[in-house]
């Protein structure tokens, strides 16, 4: 069993910052994918980054250049620091993992283990 627990979220004006941060307990894995997604209200949810377990990183074109995915493997937690936030930025963020090889996607289909979620807020 895995679990995923998110933290971070809140509320920011435009221009802003947030890190958000992931804990992941459980049966891991030597090699995996581990990504953030979010989902606005009555939209699809989307996938914002990724990492895989060699550090290799896929972004959303949108949020290139404002948010970076880094992991702590000795803390078994992965982050997103997101700069320059904007009102479209807003959702909940949830973090996934699943057991992979090769570069990592950000296509949700792909994951089996899910967070529960923090919400972001960012206003105009």
């Known amino acids: 069993q895995v679990q995923l627990v998110e933290s971070g979220g809140g509320s920011v004006q435009a221009g802003g910052s947030l890190t958000l941060s992931c804990i992941i307990s459980?049966?891991?894995?030597?090699?995996?994918?581990m990504a953030w997604f979010r989902q606005a209200p009555g939209k699809l949810r989307e996938g914002v980054a990724g990492?895989?377990?060699?550090?290799?990183?896929t972004y959303l074109d949108s949020v290139k250049g404002r948010f970076t995915i880094s992991k702590d493997n000795a803390k078994n937690t992965l982050f997103l620091q997101m700069n320059n936030l904007k009102p479209e930025d807003t959702g909940m963020y949830l973090c996934?993992?699943?057991?992979?090889?090769?570069?990592?996607?950000?296509?949700?289909?792909?994951?089996?283990?899910w967070g529960q979620g923090t919400q972001v807020t960012v206003s105009s």
């Open positions: 459980g049966n891991t894995h030597l090699n995996y994918w």
């Open positions: 990492v895989d377990s060699d550090g290799r990183t």
């Open positions: 996934a993992a699943q057991w992979a090889n090769g570069p990592p996607s950000i296509d949700d289909r792909w994951y089996d283990y």
